[in-house]
């Protein structure tokens, strides 16, 4: 939506945005994954809820700074996160 208000829907496909989402999805991944002290904070209830809301809010005030290519890489961002998700529920 918000790449449309601004007419930036060609941002989407801005190599560097594709790389920022992919790979930082793909590192914040492997904090979880590997045996780090972040997994073990994770199953924590407000953890969760702190980090969603800080992830939004960094996303919100970065667009602002930097424009619409913040959030198009935190549109590829989700978009790996889900293909992985998608993926650990297919072959459990």
Same mark, same amino acid.
């Given at each position: 939506m918000y790449l449309r208000q601004t007419d930036a829907l060609?941002? @989407?496909w801005a190599e560097s945005a594709i790389a920022v989402g992919v790979v930082g999805a793909l590192g914040v991944e492997a904090l979880f994954?590997?045996?780090t002290p972040v997994a073990s904070l994770w199953e924590r209830r407000?953890?969760?809820t702190t980090s969603a809301?800080? @992830?939004i809010a960094c996303a919100v005030g970065l667009a602002v700074l930097v424009g619409p290519v913040v959030v198009a890489a935190a549109c590829w961002g989700l978009v790996?996160?889900?293909a992985l998700l998608a993926v650990s529920l297919c072959y459990r």
């Open positions: 060609d941002t @989407l994954v590997l045996d407000g953890v969760r809301v800080a @992830l790996t996160y889900f």
